[in-house]
């Protein structure tokens, strides 16, 4: 490995004397120290900035500690603070961390000495998000504010903006290098300015969004100028030997704005003139759809999909670079640092995901990790709609400061599950981890429920892994697991237990007051799937449910080869989703495949060749000619069947998941801890 970039170590570097050798000879990129600046952090996996709606007050409270604590005991490296508003005009919405608040300092002090406890280096991201972010919050309180008078018109931004006045940039670039301070004043070990996904500063460096006149806009120079100041202005503030880096996005994917070699010419000229001690790169312009595909990628998406141009970002400077971006197991990151392409291996999600990945690489335990599927969908979904962030597979991140570690049960039970997909599989390895005695039945032969059609579709293929991240977490918590077994009341009393949990799922619905719904060229999606060789060459997907399996279902018989057409009654397809990139991904392979969507339209017949719709508005008449099968998605319904004889036995009956309220599998897994957690 290239050691250009690690010069003498400066800074108390912990020890590599607890890894094993043998996991030192694995994985010898990934445990090699590196400095930035004065400072000398012990491995090279570092956690990027990540906003968690965990903050208190503006400051990091026991609730985000506690859920930063955990990677450091993880034996993350480096953790960058999430997004730190450096200005009073960033945002007023106190779940957000902001350098002026009075709770600030106090917080970041504290979270300092958490981390110390593991050796863990703390950066603070400092933010500025030009208004019109994500959170409502910040659209209440906060105007837009831009380099030009130019209205915006993209996906992800409100309306038009302030363009700044000459006096109001020179106290954005003074409220930087004081939010700075503050920082280096209080705990941390550096700091980097965000100037990436669209945000304030990346607005000023791209062509698109400034048309400025003065000292701060014009030529590639000039634009650059807001982010220099700023960095000039830290520079003096804090002194020499503090770390300051730089967060810039690679490629904002989109022809009006950044291309790569705009984004190396800018990284260069940083390095060049001395202005940092690292660079970050990242990727895309989050307010515009199409380019935040790239940023986090969609689950069929390559690993390390940026990886390329971040490369050539790393060729062409000599401060370390660091990377995130769907790296999501250790041998994945050693892989990418031995090949040079960058010095830190960023895994946000998959510390979201489990925060001990690098512990239980560390302990030869990487059968144990839960690996991020990359769905985005209970942490920066949840995030999007100002709810703290999680992992659909693991509910104890977020939640570190509530629940705690799990703790062995004194009063130890025989307990019987009934199905095993997320829910019950969630419950039964928590259950028995803690020492209960836990059977798990499945009328299956593999464990995962209805996970494992949906892994077999476009667009969720990686579901199963999440199937088999928790099968495996079963098996090693000493579940006793019955496959192949329809249970019933008489099985489960056989059993004798003392608590009965049903996790039986949920079952297709179809509405049965709609005429000719019983034919047989209409399929649920699960026929759909299991007799696909019954499928015409037309096909109609009636998509009233518009979470991901609508999304799926579609791109899979488009996959196939049918001509497709969607109708929903809801106002567009996909209007459900937890996470927006999905809908971003489903819309270009509608549009790629020229597939006629029609939104607004209830069902009101199906008939032999055609289905008939009224609008939602008007009720005027659609009738969908030249049809060969129709796929009916509806949102499911319980499937309680066992339900009525377990009660009748008297013994303490759970429901758990679908079977208590089809929702999604984050609430699966999340019902099926807590209830395990109280057991
Ligand atoms: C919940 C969530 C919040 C995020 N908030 C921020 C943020 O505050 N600032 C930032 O620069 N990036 C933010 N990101 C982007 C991450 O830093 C990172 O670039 C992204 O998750 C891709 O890396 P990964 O695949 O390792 O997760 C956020 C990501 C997630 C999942
Ligand atoms: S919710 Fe999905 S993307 Fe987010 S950490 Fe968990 S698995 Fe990864």
């Not at 003498?8 to 890894?19: A, E, H, N, T």
């Not at 996790?503 to 047989?520: C, E, H």
């Not at 998509?543 to 057409?565: E, F, M």
Request: glycine content about 8%; proline content about 4%.
């Amino acid at each position: 490995m290239s050691t250009r970039r690690s010069g003498k170590v400066v800074g108390p570097c912990p020890s590599l004397d607890s890894i094993g050798p043998e996991i030192l000879k694995q994985f010898p990129h990934l445990f090699n120290p590196l400095n930035i600046g004065n400072i000398c952090i012990r491995n090279r996996v570092f956690i990027s900035a990540h906003t968690t709606v965990l903050a208190e007050n503006g400051g990091a409270g026991e609730k985000l500690i506690a859920f930063l604590e955990a990677k450091a005991k993880g034996g993350a490296g480096l953790i960058f603070t999430e997004a730190a508003n450096a200005h009073p005009s960033g945002s007023e919405n106190l779940h957000e961390l902001c350098c002026w608040e009075p709770f600030f300092p106090e917080g970041l002090k504290k979270l300092r000495e958490r981390l110390d406890l593991y050796g863990t280096i703390l950066f603070v991201q400092l933010f500025h998000s030009g208004g019109g972010g994500t959170h409502a919050g910040m659209m209440e309180k906060s105007p837009n504010i831009q380099p030009s008078n130019i209205p915006l018109v993209c996906q992800g931004l409100v309306g038009t903006s302030h363009a700044l006045r000459l006096e109001e940039v020179e106290d954005l670039i003074e409220g930087f290098a004081k939010s700075a301070l503050i920082c280096k004043d209080n705990g941390a070990h550096g700091v980097e300015v965000a100037s990436s996904h669209g945000y304030l500063i990346h607005r000023f460096l791209s062509p698109m969004h400034n048309h400025r006149a003065d000292r701060f806009g014009g030529d590639f120079n000039k634009r650059l100028n807001f982010l220099r100041e700023i960095l000039i202005a830290i520079r003096k503030k804090v002194g020499d030997g503090f770390p300051v880096g730089v967060r810039i996005s690679c490629d904002d994917y989109i022809e009006e704005s950044l291309s790569n070699e705009d984004v190396i010419n800018i990284c260069k000229t940083l390095d060049q003139e001395k202005l940092v001690d690292f660079l970050d790169i990242t990727g895309s312009h989050e307010f515009i759809d199409r380019s935040l595909i790239h940023h986090y990628a969609v689950m069929d998406d390559k690993l390390g999909h940026m990886v390329p141009e971040v490369s050539n970002i790393h060729k062409n400077v000599s401060v370390p670079v660091l990377h995130a971006g769907r790296i999501i197991n250790p041998r994945q990151a050693e892989d990418i640092l031995a090949a040079g392409h960058i010095d830190m291996a960023g895994m946000t999600r998959a510390s979201i995901a489990d925060p001990n990945f690098l512990k239980k690489t560390i302990e030869q335990r990487e059968a144990d990790i839960i690996y991020c599927v990359g769905c985005a969908q209970a942490c920066m979904g949840r995030v999007n709609n100002s709810q703290h962030v999680t992992c659909f597979q693991n509910p104890f991140t977020g939640r570190e400061h509530v629940w705690g570690e799990l703790t062995n049960t004194t009063n130890r039970k025989k307990i019987v599950v009934v199905g095993g997909g997320p829910a019950g599989m969630s419950f039964a390895r928590i259950a028995a981890s803690r020492g209960h005695e836990v059977s798990l039945y499945d009328d299956h032969y593999e464990l995962g429920g209805q996970v494992l059609l949906a892994e077999q579709m476009p667009l969720s293929l990686e579901l199963g892994t999440m199937a088999r991240n928790l099968s495996r977490q079963v098996y090693q918590a000493g579940v006793e697991v019955c496959l192949n077994t329809s249970a019933t009341s008489e099985t489960v009393m056989a059993q004798n237990p003392d608590e009965v949990v049903l996790a039986t799922g949920s079952k297709p619905y179809l509405p049965q007051n709609v005429q000719g719904i019983d034919q047989g060229h209409v399929f649920t999606l699960e026929r759909a799937f299991t007799q696909s060789n019954l499928l015409g060459d037309s096909v109609l997907l009636i998509d009233n449910d518009g979470h991901q399996r609508g999304a799926s279902t579609a791109a899979w018989l488009i996959k196939i080869g049918k001509k497709v057409q969607v109708v929903t009654e809801f106002s567009h397809i996909g209007s459900n989703f937890e996470m927006s990139l999905l809908r971003v991904r489903i819309y270009q392979i509608f549009f790629k495949n020229k597939i006629p969507l029609y939104p607004h339209y209830r069902l009101i017949e199906i008939g032999r060749k055609s289905v008939f719709f009224k609008d939602n508005y008007a009720d005027t008449d659609l009738e969908i000619k030249g049809i060969d099968s129709v796929v009916v998605l509806y949102p499911p319904i319980a499937q309680t069947e066992l339900e009525k004889a377990l009660r009748a036995t008297g013994k303490n009956l759970h429901l758990i998941g679908d079977c208590l309220t089809p929702r999604n599998i984050e609430y699966a897994s999340f019902v099926g801890a807590r209830l395990a957690r109280s057991i």
